[in-house]
């Protein structure tokens, strides 16, 4: 429909925005948010925010900024049963968001 001009690579400019989690006033400051820090005893766990691959607990923890809103938080490592929460970031934001994650071994 659009082909390969500029409404396609405006289109896709907007979706890899909104994915990265990159908000912005109006006026052009950073929206705020919050430091998503992970506890738990697996360092190697991966972590999933709303959907996305984001990296294993040693590389993300205290790493990644959340911006406002409601977020599902994954932490997954084969062998074991994943942790699912959900956190929400205020619109004040600033400070951090915990998310403690005990990993049960599957004994299957």
Not at 33 to 57: F, H, K, M, N, R
């Amino acid at each position: 429909m659009f082909g390969g001009g500029p409404w396609r690579r405006a289109v896709v400019w907007v979706f890899v925005l909104a994915l990265s989690g990159c908000a912005h006033t109006q006026s052009g400051r950073a929206a705020p948010t919050s430091v998503l820090e992970i506890s738990c005893d697996t360092p190697d766990a991966d972590v999933w925010v709303d959907g996305q691959y984001i990296g294993q607990i040693s590389a993300v923890s205290g790493q990644l900024r959340l911006a406002a809103g409601v977020h599902r938080v994954e932490v997954r490592k084969p062998g074991h049963f994943p942790v699912q929460r959900t956190v929400r970031v205020e619109k004040q934001a600033g400070g951090a968001v915990v998310v403690a994650a005990e990993l049960l071994t599957d004994p299957r």
